[in-house]
């Protein structure tokens, strides 16, 4: 029983490595990866499936950067002959790339039974990811949808309920087998990069809406410039070329607060995630990693497909201006994290179900 796991950037690595290890109890399930190249610098997928172990990549498509379209379309063209030559009994797709929908449709078109980890989730919003998730959850034949909203969205759809499987969300598998480990190499982290002070916030901007856009990116830095402890902030590869391409640089670099890093693997990250006093992100994968670690989280965004963090007050939502991250910030520097009793996300164990599902579907 061959498996192919289709995978392209750093958050479909951190699902695809719960899925991997609980592929090994069944000895005739076999799994092959195929890497779109969508994330193509070694800083972001090559180290990180260093840092995982994972067995070698079967097939790189290589497609590179290019538009939304250009990128899309050379993994849908790249991926079918890589289909019909390796002939999986499942394509396994994960999250809302373009990486996601071309594995899917691709699968679809050759009649290839499909599955879409993190299936169902929602922001009805105009962006780019929520198509790609949408398409993708309408291609697939097992929907693993991470909370039961996801379940109730997919129903609204029109989905057929026996193709939906209510899992739990794969990132707490790969969090809480690692925060362990993470919390043990923090000594590490530090020895390595000793400008990390002892009290800091955890800093991460990457998203298009964020950070392409001068005028946005320049009132979001206004109001980082400001912040009352320092920053630790592992820069992306696209966040470090806007800094450079809008003239940023020499006001990060010489600000007293903000100790920028080179991209982190994952065992690294998690390890300043567990051990920071706060969050700041608009990534929606980071503030559940910061849920799940307990600290609280500041959403460089202006909506999110995770509002049960939000009901719990356990993040906030502080838009994309300097006078409302301030006005956030201000608010929720009285807060502690909540005690939470019953964790949306599940018990940590979504990928054995996954599998079970798969096998038993097969």
């Not at 289709?6 to 990866?33: C, D, Q, S, W």
């Not at 997928?45 to 250009?70: C, D, K, R, T």
Request: net charge negative.
């Amino acid at each position: 029983m061959k498996i192919a796991l289709v995978i392209g950037n750093r958050p479909h690595f951190i699902k695809a490595a719960p899925f991997l290890k609980a592929m090994t109890a069944y000895p005739e399930m076999k799994p092959f990866i195929i890497h779109s190249g969508q994330h193509y610098d070694h800083s972001m997928s090559g180290a990180f499936l260093e840092g995982f172990n994972f067995p070698p990549v079967a097939e790189n498509l290589e497609v590179g950067s290019g538009s939304i379209g250009e990128q899309t379309g050379k993994i849908l063209t790249r991926l079918d002959p890589v289909y019909r030559r390796l002939k999986p009994d499942c394509v396994v797709s994960m999250g809302d790339t373009n990486t996601t929908l071309a594995a899917s449709l691709a699968a679809y078109q050759l009649h290839l039974p499909n599955a879409h980890i993190e299936a169902g989730m929602r922001e009805n919003i105009w962006r780019p990811e929520e198509i790609n998730k949408k398409m993708a959850d309408h291609c697939a034949d097992f929907l693993f949808a991470p909370i039961p909203r996801a379940v109730e969205n997919l129903k609204f759809e029109g989905i057929e309920e026996n193709r939906i499987f209510h899992t739990g969300d794969i990132t707490l598998d790969t969090f809480t087998a690692n925060q362990s480990a993470a919390q043990s190499n923090f000594k590490s982290v530090c020895n390595r990069f000793p400008e990390i002070p002892v009290e800091y916030d955890l800093l991460t901007l990457h998203r298009a809406e964020t950070v392409d856009d001068k005028d946005i990116f320049m009132d979001i830095l206004q109001a980082l410039l400001g912040w009352p402890r320092p920053l630790v902030f592992p820069v992306h590869p696209r966040t470090s070329k806007r800094i450079d391409e809008f003239g940023f640089r020499r006001e990060v670099e010489s600000s007293n607060n903000i100790i920028c890093l080179p991209p982190l693997g994952y065992l690294d990250f998690v390890s300043l995630v567990v051990n920071a006093r706060q969050v700041a992100t608009d990534s929606s994968g980071v503030l559940k990693e910061a849920f799940y670690a307990s600290k609280k989280c500041i959403v460089l965004d202006e909506s999110t497909e995770y509002r049960e963090i939000f009901s719990l007050e356990a993040a906030f939502m502080a838009g994309r201006t300097s006078s409302s991250i301030q006005q956030t910030l201000n608010h929720t520097e009285s807060f502690a994290f909540p005690a939470i009793t019953d964790n949306p996300f599940g018990t940590g164990h979504a990928a054995e179900e996954m599998v079970k599902i798969i096998r038993a579907g097969l």
